[in-house]
């Protein structure tokens, strides 16, 4: 499709439970990002890859985070053992490969609201 | 390292009135890119523009325009006689050429909070 698909739109877990949330990206698009954003503020970035292969994984918290892109699946992003202050909004994005033009223009998908009670 | 700094977290115009967002970036590298998007009430990000380290020309599209000043690293936006739909929060995001960065990630600002007051 020419969207970016995540579900749900909205999560919501109590303290400890765990969080999985799904991102299916553009077809044909190579990358795919994660984001949080807590309170409409700044985008934090969690991990991206290229296909299905992990390509910057500097922003996720290791030991609660978790994601995956496999091959004809959509992609995951898991959070096992939920915080509070994990409530926020995750933001999946996808791009085509990186050209000789450059950076590609980033297509967000509409954002899944996880909110941890 | 990457950064990108929006001072200005909150702006209140009257509809009509001309405002500038400032986007402040910080690089290492030469070649890199810099963005716009726009997130309205709603929460979708929307893209507005796309720049490149080597293109410094302004640009201009419809209300919107854009001033690209490498010397200060700078990349302020400016909405000439603003209209409440304008209202949203607008960030500034940058990357860096894999090939130069080994990495591919967009680093955002803060975002500036924008409301048009009709």
């Known amino acids: 499709g020419e969207e970016v698909a995540q579900t749900p739109k909205h999560l919501v877990r109590g303290e400890g439970q765990k969080a999985k949330l799904y991102c299916a990206p553009i077809k044909g698009h190579s990358y795919v990002f994660w984001y949080q954003q807590v309170l409409k503020n700044e985008f934090k970035f969690l991990i991206s890859?290229?296909?299905?292969?992990?390509?910057?994984e500097t922003g996720m918290p290791k030991e609660r985070f978790s994601a995956k892109c496999l091959p004809n699946s959509p992609c995951s992003l898991e959070i096992q053992a939920t915080k509070l202050e994990d409530s926020a909004v995750y933001f999946c994005?996808?791009?085509?490969?990186?050209?000789?033009?450059?950076?590609?223009?980033?297509?967000f998908g509409a954002g899944s609201r996880l909110t941890v009670l | 390292a990457q950064k990108v700094t929006q001072a200005q977290t909150e702006i209140s115009v009257v509809e009509k009135e001309d405002v500038t967002l400032d986007c402040v970036y910080e690089t290492r590298d030469t070649t890199y890119y810099l963005f716009w998007y726009k997130q309205p009430p709603s929460g979708e990000l929307v893209f507005l523009i796309r720049?490149?380290?080597?293109?410094?020309q302004n640009e201009i599209s419809g209300r919107y325009s854009w001033n690209f000043q490498k010397s200060t690293s700078s990349f302020n936006f400016t909405i000439t006689a603003s209209q409440v739909v304008d209202s949203a929060v607008y960030f500034c995001?940058?990357?860096?050429?894999?090939?130069?960065?080994?990495?591919?990630?967009?680093?955002f600002g803060t975002g500036t909070r924008l409301k048009v007051l009709a």
């Open positions: 995001a940058l990357s860096e050429a894999i090939w130069a960065s080994g990495t591919y990630k967009y680093i």
């Open positions: 890859f290229q296909n299905e292969n992990v390509f910057d």
């Open positions: 720049r490149n380290s080597f293109d410094e």
């Open positions: 994005a996808s791009s085509p490969r990186q050209g000789p033009s450059g950076a590609n223009v980033l297509t």
